[in-house]
């Protein structure tokens, strides 16, 4: 048998910005190094995973909740085999 990779369902969402808001978008993802609409989306997966997060009053992960994303590198380390060359050695 021949197994075709299905294709992900995909759904149109448009939205109109200022210029002011897209020049934002083209900022973010050039400092990221990724492409604007990947930078709107790991905005979003961003998010949405640290809003599932059910952190303690007062936890560490609490205390420090304004502090994710704030640094730079890749979204996801495992994404990429590179950054993870030598881990655990």
Do not use: C, H
Not at 33 to 56: F, H, I, P, T
Not at 79 to 84: A, E, G, I
């Amino acid at each position: 048998m021949n197994k075709q990779k299905e294709k992900k369902k995909t759904v149109w969402f448009g939205m109109k910005l200022t210029p002011e808001q897209k020049e934002k978008i083209r900022i973010l993802a050039r400092r990221r190094g990724v492409s604007q609409k990947r930078a709107v989306l790991d905005l979003v997966e961003q998010e949405v995973n640290e809003k599932s997060l059910k952190a303690k009053a007062g936890s560490l992960l609490d205390l420090n909740r304004d502090l994710y994303g704030s640094g730079r590198g890749p979204g996801d380390a495992s994404t990429n085999p590179k950054y993870l060359e030598g881990f655990g050695k």
